[in-house]
């Protein structure tokens, strides 16, 4: 059976198939159905199957015709793309069939619809500006992981005397915003964060074991609102704890590592923090980068992959996610489809660039990348191999140094500017690290 499909452009990654089946071949195919047919069906005056097919056809002929457009439309459908293939064009989705009207005695006339991968042009993806400042170490991080490792090491007890400033509070919700608590956990409080709001903090300071104290919480803006809420909850006090945080001085330095002064650990405190904020910069000058491209490129995206990724995110959402509400369901469904939408025009993007920028890496740039993950796990490089023998995928990792080697061309013939910042009274707070 031969088929001459006609292709019309709906859109840029949507296109509209339409082609005829001649009589005889749906005919005969339409025949085998009832066929078919029969052999399931008792009628009285005649054994099972042996019924005339006429009077088959006669009596469920609506039936007839959706078997045989489930058996024989698929099979149409499969000889098309075929003939679609010799002419370039490859569906990238399941194509949808349009509604049809047909009868015993005509030709079959079937349309259906798909989408295809769009044709990128990137006529100017090079020698543009965007606007970047970099992150910088402050001495406010600093100082934060300074304050982390100091109550990571604090000496924590019990306290009989009322509740001071940094105390901490264990204690089980009874009621919130008036009404019971059915499952009542405890929870662990540092009195002085302000979490909830001063007010929160103030009627902790003086609470004692067994207490049972009335407390506003103020509540963050949501669901489009500008202000925060507050609600009241009436909480009991299980236990006060007193922590004594170290002092911060040669010695504490000494005592957490090999350190031989406090200057030397936040010398290495800064160093970590300047390796994670230069990785941060870099993915951050990428996604500008590519954002810029995607702007002065526009392009469709395809429905299906969008729908199709979007999907996944949402299953796995709803899976970490209980108790969600059809309402909670819907936003995330479009914050995800937003999301995917972005991220395949990356996709579609990144491969364009590598297609026009034929860019290679040899196997010692990879044996080398490899190598600096084992140095950044303080491992020898082949006890690396030996340990991450099956995570290890040099295709996947030469992929990477391409794409990074195409945004690093692309970088140099781009100007950052510094972005102009919103004049306010308040004076910056914080001071880069020097």
């Known amino acids: 059976m031969e088929l001459k499909p006609k292709i019309e452009k709906v859109s840029e990654t949507k296109r509209k198939m339409s082609f005829s089946v001649a009589n005889d071949v749906a005919q005969k195919d339409y025949e085998t159905t009832i066929k078919s047919f029969r052999q399931y069906v008792s009628m009285p005056g005649f054994r099972k199957g042996k019924a005339p097919l006429k009077m088959i056809e006669r009596m469920y002929k609506d039936q007839i015709k959706h078997g045989f457009f489930e058996d024989a439309v698929p099979k149409y459908y499969k000889l098309a793309l075929e003939e679609l293939d010799k002419m370039g064009i490859h569906p990238i989705n399941q194509g949808a069939l349009e509604e049809t009207d047909w009868e015993p005695g005509n030709d079959l006339e079937l349309s259906f619809t798909f989408e295809v991968n769009p044709e990128i042009e990137l006529k100017e993806y090079k020698n543009f500006s965007v606007e970047f400042e970099p992150e910088k170490v402050t001495k406010k991080m600093i100082d934060g992981e300074l304050s982390r490792l100091q109550e990571s090491y604090a000496i924590i007890s019990d306290k009989e005397d009322p509740a001071e400033k940094d105390d901490v509070i264990n ?50 803006p949501k669901n489009g609102k500008d202000k925060s809420e507050k609600k009241e909850m009436l909480l009991k006090v299980n236990e006060v704890k007193k922590v004594e945080l170290p002092e911060l001085n040669d010695d504490f330095a000494k005592e957490i590592g090999e350190f031989d002064s406090l200057k030397a650990l936040k010398d290495e405190i800064k160093k970590s923090i300047n390796a994670q904020i230069s990785q941060r910069n870099r993915s951050q000058v990428k996604s500008l980068i590519l954002q810029k ?31 969600l509400n059809t309402e909670a369901l819907a936003q995330m469904k479009s914050v995800y489809k937003s999301y995917a939408e972005n991220e395949i025009r990356v996709y579609y993007v990144m491969n364009r660039l590598k297609e026009l920028e034929k860019v290679d890496v040899s196997d010692e740039e990879i044996e080398n990348e490899i190598k600096r993950s084992a140095e950044n796990m303080g491992m020898d490089i082949d006890k690396y191999k030996e340990l991450y023998k099956k995570q290890i995928n040099k295709e996947e990792i ?37």
Request: overall charge negative; glycine content about 6%; cysteine-free.
């Open 398 to 434: 030469k992929e990477n140094l391409i794409s990074d080697k195409i945004i690093n061309g692309i970088e140099s013939t781009v100007e950052f500017k510094k972005p102009i910042k919103e004049k306010t009274d308040k004076k910056e707070s914080e001071k880069e690290e020097k």
């Open 293 to 323: 491209i995607i702007e002065k490129n526009p392009f469709e995206v395809p429905d299906s992959f969008v729908d199709n990724y979007a999907e996944e995110m949402m299953k796995k959402y709803a899976q970490q996610q209980k108790n």
């Open 171 to 220: 204690y089980t919700v009874l009621k919130f915003d008036g009404k019971g608590v059915t499952k009542k956990d405890e929870s662990s409080y540092k009195i002085g964060q302000e979490t909830y709001g001063k007010a929160f903090d103030k009627a902790l300071i003086g609470a004692q074991k067994g207490d049972e104290i009335t407390a506003t919480v103020e509540l963050g």
